[in-house]
C-alpha cells in the first residue's frame, strides 16, 4: 500500500556536492515524472520518463541528470548543486499520460543548498 | 501571456460561504483539464477531473468553458477543512502538463 515514495524527505547540501533525490512506486506506471515547486511558480516538469530506459527532458532539466534502468525507481540527480535549487521537489507517477490520466504525487523532498 | 493564470489569492472566507475560482488557459488546443488540491507542505492531490458538460463532487462543482478558455472551481457550504491551495493542472497532450501557481483559500470559523 506504499504507493509512491520519496527520499530522503529533507535534504540539507553545499554548493558544488551532487545529491540524489529516490522515488520508487508501486503501481507498476509506466510513466514518471519530476517536478520542482518554488514559491510564485508552479510545478515544474525536470525530466520524465515513459517506461524503463526512456527519458526525456521537460522544462527545467539543466543541471539535472536522471535514470530509469527499472520500472519503479526514478532517481533524480544533481549533480553539482547549486544554490538555486533550492526547492522542494516532487515525484509523480501516472499510468496513462496524455489521456487524461492523473498523476499521483510522492509526498515531496525539501532540498536546501548552501 | 502566462499559459496557465490563476489568481494567487488568498481568499478569506468563512464557513458556509460559497467560493469560486477561475483559471485561464492560453492554449486552445489544451485536452484534458483538472483541479487539484494541495494543503501546506504537502503533495499535489487530484481533487476532480474537469468535463465539458461540467461536474459535480458533493460541494464542489467543476465547469469547462473551451470558447473562453478558462475553467472554474466552486465550492458550496465552505468548511475549515477546506482550506488549502488549488491548483489548476491543464494538459496540453503527450508530456505536456502545466499547473498554475495555485490559489490560495483559508475558511475562518
Known amino acids: 500500500d506504499a504507493g509512491i515514495t520519496q527520499s530522503p524527505r529533507y535534504k540539507i547540501t553545499e554548493t558544488g556536492r551532487q545529491v540524489t533525490l529516490m522515488c520508487h512506486q508501486t503501481?507498476?506506471?509506466?510513466?514518471m515524472f519530476w517536478y520542482r515547486q518554488d514559491l510564485g511558480h508552479g510545478l515544474r516538469l525536470i525530466y520524465y520518463?515513459?517506461?524503463?530506459?526512456?527519458?526525456d527532458k521537460g522544462e527545467v532539466p539543466d543541471g539535472y541528470v536522471v535514470s530509469r534502468s527499472k520500472t519503479e525507481n526514478f532517481p533524480l540527480t544533481l549533480e553539482s548543486a547549486t544554490r538555486s535549487q533550492t526547492s522542494v521537489y516532487f515525484c509523480?507517477?501516472?499510468?496513462?499520460?496524455?489521456?487524461?490520466?492523473?498523476?499521483?504525487f510522492g509526498p515531496g523532498t525539501r532540498l536546501t543548498v548552501l | 501571456r502566462k499559459e496557465v493564470e490563476q489568481d494567487p489569492g488568498p481568499f478569506n472566507v468563512p464557513e458556509g460561504a460559497t467560493v469560486a475560482f477561475n483559471c485561464t488557459y492560453s492554449?486552445?488546443?489544451?485536452?484534458?483539464f483538472f483541479w487539484y488540491r494541495q494543503d501546506c507542505r504537502k503533495e499535489p492531490k487530484l481533487l476532480m477531473s474537469?468535463?465539458?458538460s461540467g461536474n459535480e463532487d458533493g460541494r464542489f462543482t467543476a465547469q469547462l468553458n473551451r470558447a473562453s478558455q478558462y475553467i472554474s472551481l466552486l465550492i458550496r457550504d465552505s468548511k475549515l477543512s477546506d482550506s488549502a491551495t488549488y491548483l489548476c493542472?491543464?494538459?496540453?497532450?503527450?508530456?505536456?502538463?502545466?499547473f498554475g501557481a495555485g490559489t490560495r483559500l483559508f475558511v475562518k470559523a
Open positions: 503501481w507498476s506506471h509506466s510513466y
Open positions: 492554449n486552445s488546443a489544451s485536452q484534458s
Open positions: 509523480a507517477s501516472s499510468g496513462n499520460q496524455g489521456r487524461g490520466d492523473t498523476q499521483y
Open positions: 493542472v491543464i494538459e496540453e497532450g503527450g508530456f505536456k502538463t502545466i
Open positions: 520518463s515513459a517506461a524503463a530506459d526512456i527519458t
Open positions: 474537469v468535463y465539458s
